[in-house]
């Protein structure tokens, strides 16, 4: 697993020496931390801002907590991965997506703590990210609040509940799914890290399809979409989530 926290200041300081920065693309965000970031989520490997993934993503957030994102790289062939992070949130990433049979789309919402650019970076077959990005406005706050479940008193008795909606799409299936857990960063005062670490949609018969590793930014009650290719002919699938305490959710979908 990738290091998920980014640890700003002295310990963060890169080794490439002033030949391999001259060869950097320049970051079309200008942000601060792009060097840092791309060390940490994308192991320092080669980079090109291109269109090869479409990121839909508002350039506001009306809700801190619920920020909402799409990004398909169909357009790059195979992809073995889809990585999104934000910049200048205190946990930055957001999610790693290995779509494996699925189609190389995903989407989520994110909680934002400041206004920071929004990064999906998609490796190819070649070993090449391909990233694109934009800033994401934010009034703030979304990472270090609470949860709104632990307004009520039976959130518990909730845990893990879930919805499943399949939609056609050019010849293709888009699955959506939810399940109700608070999504705790662990920044919120009283309140440790509780969230779902893992998404997998499998065939019925247990072989896995695709894989999701979810971090703390991934807002409450997470609502995840994935891609079927429509090659991919199947009467239905096992969505399984699993969270940091060891709990399992499954939710068969038929399709």
Known sequence: MITRRLLLGAGAALSLGPRARAAEPADPLQSIS????????????PVVFDDGVALSAPSSAEDALQVPFLADAGKLGPVTRLVAFADLNPIPLILDYRPGALAPLIAARFKIQQA???????????????????????????????????????????????????FARDGRRRLRVSFRHPMDTGLAAGIPAFFIERVTVEKPDGSLLGALETFEPVSENPLLTVELPAALALPAVVIRARDNNGNVFRRPVTL
Request: charged letters at 20%; proline letters at 3%.
């Open 116 to 166: 920071t650019p929004l990064r999906v970076a998609a490796l190819d077959a070649r070993g090449l990210w391909h990233v694109a990005g934009q800033w994401v406005d934010a009034m703030g706050g979304g990472c270090t609040a609470p949860a709104l479940a632990h307004g009520t008193d039976d959130w518990t008795a909730h845990l893990g509940e879930s919805e499943a909606r399949v």
């Open 34 to 45: 792009w060097a840092e970031m791309r060390e940490q989520f994308l192991g320092g490997g």
